[in-house]
């Protein structure tokens, strides 16, 4: 069953006649997976994002014409580089029935993911691609440029993900006070229930952090100024995308959450933690994180950066008005820092001062 005819409405801009808005299937690793390449010169550097989730594909092959996509603007975006999204395996037009259930683990996504970095070489005849990854994606995307940096120009980790399981201490540490804070006996109650990190003995500890992260509002911040679209909001163009069906969505949220989120997929999560395991970046590295995110806790990922030994440059920057998606007056600022990183192909790594002085940062 088709969405679009039901909730579609007009698109934020479309790509003109000389350029690529192209929704296309590509194998990789063995399975049939769906890409989303928009640029209005497919002469351009490109742009390869990964989403966060993991079956969140936001933005996704969905985010087709779309201005705001929860972690950067794409109207201005399009001229400047070939933005490439893509559904990763196991989610939304990358799901299918079939997919071995064993190969949703953390090294599949990374070799897939440089498979597709690889194609994209190879279309467009460029020897390196700029690179960037959300929450989830970006424990893919941080290996991924860190495993084969001669293949990039810098990386963009938002909300970055350095330790699952630092991470989930912190979270359940503040989750705590806030249920304090709030008087809510039975979240006090269900949190002392799971133990401590890291979450391996049942699925059961990880849902009820994530429940009461979702419940106290750690993905999306708003108050009677900072207003944000909503979880509502940052989905709908799923169900207005052309290029999705209803089945799609359902397949997304439902049969591809049951598919991937196993006991061995947890423990391996548990196990990511790039303090010990990437210690130097050779390529230019920035991680842009939101102030209020407390779903991903940026004070972790503001340490693993001052430790971080990058030869080419680093930087870390507050997104003002964000939580772990981001805010639209945000997204519109990382947007125009992704148009600042053509430094990187054009003349070498530009400084922050640089994107200071323009107002972008």
């Avoid at 194998?27 to 969140?56: A, D, K, R, Y």
């Avoid at 399009?78 to 999204?85: A, D, G, L, N």
């Avoid at 779903?295 to 990922?301: A, E, N, P, R």
Wanted: one cysteine or more; proline letters at 3%.
């Amino acid at each position: 069953m088709k969405v679009a005819g039901i909730f579609t409405n007009k698109l934020d801009y479309i790509i003109s006649a000389k350029g690529l808005s192209s929704v296309q299937t590509i194998n990789l690793g063995g399975v049939e997976q769906t890409i989303l390449l928009q640029g209005e010169n497919p002469n351009n550097p490109v742009l390869l994002m990964i989403h966060g989730g993991p079956t969140m594909p936001l933005p996704g092959v969905s985010s087709k014409g779309r201005d705001y996509t929860i972690i950067t603007n794409t109207k201005e975006l399009v001229k400047h580089y070939v933005v490439v999204f893509w559904d990763q395996r196991g989610t939304g037009r990358s799901y299918h029935k079939n997919i071995a259930q064993e190969s949703l683990n953390f090294s599949q996504f990374v070799s897939d993911a440089n498979e597709l970095t690889d194609y994209l070489r190879q279309r467009f005849n460029q020897e390196k691609i700029f690179l960037s990854g959300h929450s989830w994606g970006s424990t893919i995307s941080l290996q991924l440029a860190a495993t084969y940096p001669e293949k990039f120009y810098s990386y963009v980790g938002l909300s970055q993900i350095v330790s699952w399981t630092e991470n989930d201490k912190l979270a359940l540490n503040w989750i705590k006070e806030e249920a304090k804070r709030r008087g809510n006996n039975k979240a006090l109650k269900e949190l002392e229930s799971i133990g401590e990190p890291p979450f391996v003995e049942s699925f059961q500890q990880w849902g009820l952090l994530r429940k009461w992260q979702r419940k106290f509002n750690t993905l999306i911040y708003t108050d009677k100024d900072v207003r944000h679209p909503g979880l509502l909001g940052v989905m709908k163009p799923m169900f207005q995308s052309e290029d999705y069906t209803l089945m799609d969505i359902v397949n997304t949220y439902y049969h591809g959450f049951k598919l991937i989120y196993t006991q061995a997929f947890i423990e391996e999560l548990a196990m990511v933690n790039f303090i010990d395991t990437v210690k130097e970046f050779v390529i230019p590295v920035t991680f842009i994180h939101g102030k209020k995110d407390f779903h991903v806790h940026g004070c972790l990922v503001e340490d693993y950066i001052k430790h971080l030994n990058s030869t080419k440059g680093k930087t870390f920057i507050w997104a003002e008005k964000s939580a772990h998606l981001f805010h639209p007056d945000d997204t519109r600022i990382i947007e125009q820092y992704f148009i600042q990183e053509i430094k990187h192909h054009n003349d070498g790594a530009g400084s922050i001062k640089e994107y200071q002085s323009k107002g972008i940062v």
